[in-house]
Structures are given as C-alpha cells and as structure tokens.
C-alpha cells in the first residue's frame, strides 16, 4: 500500500497510518516496525488507535527493517532517489504498488506478494 500524504509532519503520516491500517485484516496487521524519524513521535496514539504495536529499530540498523529496506529498493525502480513525487496521484501511486504486489518474489516462493495476502485473507476468514 502506498499512501499519499500533503506532508511529512507527526499528525499527516499518523492520520494516514491509522486510516489505512484500518483497511486491512486486523489479524494481518499486528506490529510496524519503523526507522527513527520524527514521522513516528506520534506511534502511542497510532498504537492506541489501532492497536497495532509499534517497534524501533536500532540507529543505523537498516537490516533490522529487510523487508522495507527492500520494498524502497523496488519502490527506486519507479521513483528513482531525487525525483519528486509529491506531483504524483493517489491513483498513479496505486498503480505502482499493483504492479510491485503483482511481481513473484524468491522468498515467496515465487509467489506474488498479492497472491500470499489472498491466502492469508482466505484462512483468517
């Protein structure tokens, strides 16, 4: 899921967590883990919201988020580092994330990341 947001302040990225944390399964969505910028100063409300738990990672540990330091490497192939993708639309950016939830992985066994979440749905319901 990417989410556009108007800015990059506490409350902007807390109220779109919280908004689109509530569109997926809760029993899919139990803890975030997040880097330490000042986005997060808002996480207790984020977590009381949703009850979803948030962790930090270590300064300087970018291993410690590998799934999301790998997702921003495939996020680079569309918005290459520099580029400003505050002219980009909601739309275009769902667009983005179809394809990349469209793309087998390897440490899905080939399966597509869109594929796995479908199962997933399937046996929580």
């Known amino acids: 899921m990417l989410v556009k947001v108007a800015s990059h302040d506490t409350e902007t990225v807390i109220n779109a967590l919280i908004k689109n944390?509530?569109?997926l399964p809760q029993e899919l969505y139990k803890s975030l883990t997040w880097d330490r910028g000042h986005e997060m100063a808002g996480h207790k409300r984020f977590?009381?919201?949703t009850d979803i738990s948030v962790y930090f990672?270590?300064?300087h540990s970018p291993w410690q988020r590998?799934?999301?330091e790998n997702t921003n490497g495939l996020l680079r192939q569309y918005f290459p580092k520099g580029i400003d993708i505050s002219n980009y639309t909601q739309t275009q950016l769902n667009a983005v994330a179809r394809k990349l939830n469209e793309r087998?992985?390897?440490t899905l066994n080939y399966e597509t990341p869109?594929?796995?979440f479908s199962q997933l749905v399937a046996s929580t319901g």
């Open 66 to 68: 590998g799934s999301n």
């Open 104 to 106: 087998p992985r390897k």
């Open 57 to 59: 990672c270590d300064p």
């Open 47 to 49: 977590t009381l919201a």
């Open 114 to 116: 869109a594929e796995r």
């Open 21 to 23: 944390a509530r569109k």
